[in-house]
């Protein structure tokens, strides 16, 4: 049961800091939702869109949160892979990531615990259509050595390997936009699925892997096998010798990815012919 209290718009805020005041604001009621089910993190919020063509709602509706005391991550975690994966399933050739990011370990809702959540996230990792998850945590002092252990384990289900672990001291902001630069290039492919619908009109020969940056295009050259990567320069590959086969997929030698990687706004493109 909530404590009713009364408050005054432009007054002392209950419960508040000293000098709080309060202001009328258009908010979400968190009673109103049904926090501890799945199926409502299932819906979106706001739709999916390209950044940054997307930013401006997706900010609407985050100024429209307040936090509720709560961390019901299971069925957070359990609602978004359900709608990650139905989604990859009407976009093969989209790749997609779960981010979780918490400030504690899950309470509120029910006993369900770490482990629960982890066999989720690495259900996700190991069956089709693939999701990997990467995990960020901020934690406070009295929290981090638990939090630390357990986000760990997420993290490793996930395919990750580690958390990202902030405090909530300091510029906050910034290193939690470095984190999420981090994944965004780690969650970058360095595999391209060749369409089926082009694979029996291929010149296989004649095929090129263009990497497009801001400062240009270049074309990353063939080793014909994993075997003949070059450390420096890298390369690409098919999965299959087309001599022997059919390939079904271009793949990046380490050195090249690693480039890619560290260029989030680049691009890739196949060319065939």
């Not at 970058?188 to 010149?203: F, Q, S």
């Not at 095929?207 to 240009?216: C, I, L, M, Q």
Request: overall charge neutral; aromatic content about 4%.
């Amino acid at each position: 049961m909530q404590e009713a209290r009364e408050a005054t718009v432009g007054g002392p805020c209950p419960g508040g800091m000293a000098g709080d005041t309060c202001r009328m604001e258009g908010t979400t009621c968190l009673f109103a939702m049904p926090i501890c089910m799945a199926d409502a993190y299932g819906r979106l919020a706001t739709a999916v869109a390209d950044l940054p063509a997307g930013a401006p709602a997706l900010i609407r509706m985050l100024a429209q949160r307040r936090p509720g005391g709560v961390t019901p991550m299971a069925e957070a975690v359990v609602g978004t892979l359900t709608h990650l994966r139905a989604r990859l399933q009407a976009m093969p050739r989209r790749r997609a990531a779960l981010i979780l990011a918490t400030d504690g370990l899950p309470a509120g809702c029910s006993d369900r615990d770490i482990p629960l959540v982890g066999d989720a996230i690495w259900t996700a990792r190991n069956t089709a259509p693939e999701v990997p998850t990467y995990v960020i945590g901020v934690l406070d002092a009295a929290d981090l050595e638990a939090g630390r252990a357990a986000l760990t384990e997420l993290a490793r289900a996930g395919g990750s390997g580690a958390p990202f672990i902030l405090t909530p001291a300091g510029d906050l902001t910034q290193r939690l936009q470095a984190a999420l630069a981090q994944i965004r290039g780690d969650a970058l492919p360095c595999a391209y699925t060749i369409p089926k619908d082009r694979a029996g009109a291929i010149d296989w020969g004649r095929v090129n892997v263009a990497w497009k940056t801001g400062s240009g295009t270049e074309n990353i050259p063939y080793v014909a096998r994993a075997q003949a990567c070059d450390a420096t320069r890298g390369g690409w590959y098919y999965d299959v010798d087309p001599a022997s086969g059919t390939p079904t997929q271009v793949i990046v030698c380490p050195a090249s990815c690693a480039r890619i990687k560290g260029q989030a706004s680049g691009e890739v493109t196949l060319r065939f012919g």
